[in-house]
């Protein structure tokens, strides 16, 4: 594996720098068998829903340990990734604690800025976690996260505008092209909003056309086989035909305002979506937002496996009420509160028989949905992957190359990114 040092250095170095995360605060203990001191939490999700909970979720804690301070820092996804490795290797400012995107952790952890979590309080119930769930926190024989949230994607459908258009939900791609065209002819408006900044939603696309981007267990780059050819030509059919609307920039404000305004009547998006949109005024009453699968390609019916872990830094200087944290917040309640107030899928099997979870209709359908999901490749360099592809991805729907330059020009980039694959 790539690294400027070795991991183990790096740990011990960062466990030691005086500048680490939480220098300038008490650094906390377990005198007495008490927890005490700081722990500074950067929580990456949604502002205005999701970051509402977690919040509350973590005052709960402190109300649990009196003596710990929770910092609680909302981070824009965006920016987490990178501020965190900056901070990270400058030994300065990073947290104690990290809700870290499924592909970031083996990254980080090869990186050397995370605690092995094996033999710790974060680990409690290990056995009760979703197997695919547990696959993204676990890098060369160690668990460095614990999983809080798991997710995939689905077709999220304006049920009213279906009825009126006289469709049903597509089940694949042919079915989404006849039912757009009669959404515009019955409605005047367009049936699928394809988010064209973020090649998070191509993915769908790709697994449906029997492509992936890499294959980890023969080292091989798989995007710029003919499936993959396949898959940036279906989704420029979409655009090209007039069954979609993309953007280049600002995909996730436009997507949402379109869908929840009216204008389009599908978006491809996942549960972390869903408290979101029904503030929208489509949405007032909440029986009209329709969740199918996404629609097949010519190949298979696919959609990515995501979620989000919680890390503990390594050079935090309170590791035991970090690690408390951490399994406070990935706790069956914890799991079961972000069920029914956010309809977030938990990773634990038992939070599923709570009624929070049983009560929401979207965990409900997303369950078996994320049982069939594609992992992604839990590889180091797996978070890296996105940039080319958006690269391309954005210029193949917006006119700017070929589907098979798009194709070949990732796969160029990927073989520079991962030495010694073919």
């Known amino acids: 594996m790539r690294r400027g040092i070795t991991a183990t250095a790096l740990v011990a170095a960062l466990a030691l720098a005086a500048t680490a995360c939480g220098s300038d605060d008490e650094s906390g203990g377990t005198s007495s068998g008490e927890l005490s001191g700081t722990v500074t939490w950067w929580d990456t999700s949604s502002v205005g829903s999701e970051d509402k909970v977690f919040k509350k979720l973590a005052e709960g804690f402190e109300k649990e340990h009196p003596k710990v301070d929770v910092k609680y820092v909302n981070v824009p996804f965006g920016d987490a990734q990178n501020k965190f490795k900056n901070a990270a290797q400058a030994g300065d400012g990073a947290p104690d604690v990290i809700r870290s995107e499924v592909a970031w952790t083996p990254d980080f952890a090869n990186l050397g800025y995370l605690a092995p979590l094996d033999g710790t309080a974060a ?22 996260a614990v999983p809080q949230v798991i997710d995939s994607m689905g077709m999220f459908y304006n049920k009213k505008l279906l009825k009126e258009a006289g469709v049903e939900a597509p089940a694949n791609l042919d079915d989404l092209k006849t039912a757009a065209k009669k959404i515009k002819d019955k409605t005047g408006k367009t049936g699928l909003y394809l988010r064209g900044d973020d090649p998070y939603y191509f993915l769908s696309f790709l697994y449906g056309e029997g492509g992936d981007l890499v294959d980890a267990g023969t080292k091989s780059v798989t995007v710029d086989q003919p499936e993959g050819v396949k898959a940036f030509k279906a989704v420029k059919d979409l655009v090209d035909d007039g069954t979609a609307k993309t953007d280049a920039s600002d995909g996730w404000e436009n997507m949402m305002q379109s869908f929840k305004n009216g204008d389009v009547a599908m978006m491809i998006n996942g549960p972390w979506a869903v408290a979101d949109t029904l503030t929208g005024e489509e949405f007032t009453d909440k029986d009209n937002l329709g969740i199918a699968t996404v629609p097949a390609g010519s190949a298979a019916q696919g959609a990515p496996q995501g979620g989000h872990n919680l890390a503990v830094y390594a050079g935090s200087k309170n590791l035991d009420a970090s690690y408390a944290f951490v399994e406070y917040m990935t706790s069956v309640d914890s799991q079961a509160t972000a069920a029914g107030e956010l309809n977030l899928l938990p990773t634990r099997t038992s939070a599923y028989a709570k009624k929070e979870a049983v009560n929401s209709e979207i965990v409900g359908f997303f369950k078996p949905v994320v049982e069939t999901a594609v992992e992604r490749p839990w590889i180091p360099e797996g978070g890296s992957l996105f940039e080319p592809l958006r690269v391309e991805y954005t210029k193949v729907l917006t006119g700017q190359t070929t589907p098979e330059k798009a194709a070949k020009s990732t796969g160029d980039s990927y073989r520079k990114l991962l030495e010694g694959w073919k």
């Open 123 to 144: 680990l409690k119930n290990q056995d009760d976690f979703l197997k695919q769930a547990v696959a993204s926190t676990e890098y060369e024989g160690k668990t460095y």
